[in-house]
């Protein structure tokens, strides 16, 4: 693929700092899905010897960084994002050679990672990101005086970043983990999936740009690039990392945990791990518009090849006629969708072992599935898959996530069964109920219980499409993520990365800016919210 005029060549290194280096060894290609073809550069293999390289250099900047103002931040994250804009086609066309997502879906993408950062420097510029409390001092308070206490958030320190494979934008080398981490003053080691290195490559280059650009030290930002196990258990055992984002599978992720707290001081990992996303079809809803319910559940399926952590795995639908003409409907609408290329061969081999599993259990039909084109290296067939409450009751593995373009309806037998169900389902990133003004009564129910399980709650509508926003949240309880009181998406991910500290007594001189009294930061002084 040629580079595009006035774009960084790419080279196959590793950004570690200002250097670029390249591993001696074999390296690796990124393969293009729809043909598989490899494609130009290799790229090295990093090693132990680059990880301390790179986190000795974040631990250098630390220091330097943590104490950047809040708009020096807000004004970096910018220049990144006109960095990252700056490249043009040669960023969309590697994207879309190296994943073979649609021009519109890698747009709509890159749209979302420069918001992202820009909205981090919305965040910094409002100050509510340091955390003030202040309860002042009562030296006459009786039977004992309370002391000045004033509190603020600072940085935990340098941050490891594993890039995702589904987003090669918005949750890789610039997305919402590094966005978030850099907003919080922590410098960030990316780890760049193997499946993009060439967009991660020329991402990377533009964060280094701003790094320049910025005077901030090298150490701000560095990217390894790599395909074993053992660089990503090197970067979170490394003891200069403070904090870790991870998006990926459940096993992937249970490992960083597991590596995390092997350390002699383990560290916190915020990893997006796996999610069914279940989707409660109501029968007054079904009864007023299951057809056209049937043919967007569909869309939001097998949209993007089904490759979206929010992608709707289960539905559930109490049994009867209306259930019967949905479940024809949606059949009727996978048969009509080709299938798309699945990210990676090991994505699509993943995809065809977890459907041939699920169409072999006794109990489930295959009820529609999409064609395949035969010039396609790792099609993701769409399939759609029927069984009862009684069987997915009893056959745990149903439960379980199939990533890619698949889904199953189950038919439930009533009410009390449908509560049964909804009392066992593990944590999810999404729950949704389709519902209308006679299901208010069981929507009620419904929602009061699954705000236990879910992070997010939808009413009529799916769940693939993420806003970003001050209110979204992206996460949930286990095996959703590894940590369900925090967002990996929206502006609260900046809590990640921040650790509350209180100044008791300390004089004014000696405080940070933010904590004198004459701060022009929100605070929440004395119970009262100071804005």
Not at 126 to 154: A, E, K, N
């Amino acid at each position: 693929m040629s580079t595009a005029p006035g774009a960084p060549a790419l080279t196959g290194s590793s950004l570690i700092g200002a250097a670029d280096v390249l591993p001696a060894g074999v390296g690796f290609h990124a393969v293009d899905p729809v043909s598989g073809t490899e494609l130009e550069p290799v790229y090295g293999e990093a090693g132990p010897a680059e990880v301390e390289r790179a986190t000795v250099l974040a631990a250098a900047a630390f220091p330097v960084y943590r104490r950047t103002t809040g708009d020096q931040r807000a004004a970096f994250l910018e220049s990144v994002a006109a960095h990252v804009e700056a490249l043009g086609s040669a960023l969309t066309e590697r994207v879309t050679a190296e994943t073979g997502l649609p021009a519109a879906r890698v747009a709509g993408e890159l749209a979302r990672t420069v918001g992202q950062l820009r909205l981090f420097a919305t965040v910094l510029r409002d100050g509510g990101w340091h955390g003030v409390r202040v309860d002042t001092p009562l030296p006459d308070r009786s039977p004992l005086p309370r002391p000045d206490l004033r509190q603020r958030s600072v940085p935990v320190g340098p941050v490891a970043v594993f890039g995702a494979s589904n987003f090669p934008l918005a949750f890789s080398v610039a997305g919402g983990d590094t966005a978030s981490a850099l907003a919080a003053g922590c410098p960030v080691v990316v780890k760049g999936h193997p499946a993009h290195p060439g967009t991660s490559e020329l991402v990377g280059r533009a964060i280094r740009a701003a790094v320049v650009d910025h005077g901030l030290p090298e150490g701000t930002f560095s990217l390894l690039h790599g395909t074993t196990h053992e660089l990503g258990t090197a970067l979170v055992a490394d003891p200069r990392i403070q904090a870790v984002g991870f998006t990926g599978s459940r096993g992937g992720g249970l490992a960083l945990v597991a590596a995390a707290q092997r350390r002699p001081a383990p560290i916190p990992v915020y990893a997006e791990m796996s999610s069914v996303n279940p989707v409660f079809l109501l029968p007054g809803a079904l009864a007023a518009r299951g057809p056209a319910t049937a043919a967007t559940y569909a869309t939001s399926v097998t949209g993007s090849a089904g490759q979206l952590c929010t992608q709707p795995g289960l539905v559930f639908a109490l049994d009867g006629p209306d259930t019967d003409a949905f479940v024809t409907a949606a059949s009727a609408a996978v048969a009509e969708v080709t299938a798309g290329p699945m990210l990676t061969s090991g994505i699509a081999g993943a995809l065809d072992r977890g459907a041939d599993a699920m169409a072999a259990t006794a109990g489930v039909d295959t009820v529609g599935q999409g064609t395949v084109d035969p010039e396609l290296a790792f099609p993701g067939l769409p399939r759609l898959f029927v069984t009862d409450g009684d069987t997915f009751l009893t056959t745990p593995a149903l439960a379980g996530e199939v990533f890619g373009p698949t889904s199953l309806v189950v038919r439930v037998r009533d009410v009390d069964q449908l509560r049964q169900i909804v009392g066992g389902l593990e944590g999810q990133l999404t729950a949704t109920v389709h519902l209308a003004e006679s299901d208010h009564d069981l929507a009620a129910e419904l929602i009061g219980e699954l705000e236990l399980v879910a992070g997010r709650i939808l009413v009529n509508g799916w769940p693939t499409g993420v806003e970003v926003g001050h209110a979204m949240v992206h996460g949930g309880p286990f095996p959703a993520t590894s940590a369900p009181a925090t967002t990996s998406v929206g502006t609260r991910a900046i809590e990640r990365f921040l650790r509350p500290v209180v100044y008791q007594d300390v004089p004014e001189d000696l405080l940070p800016p933010e904590l004198h009294r004459a701060a022009d930061v929100p605070a929440l002084v004395d119970g009262v919210r100071r804005s």
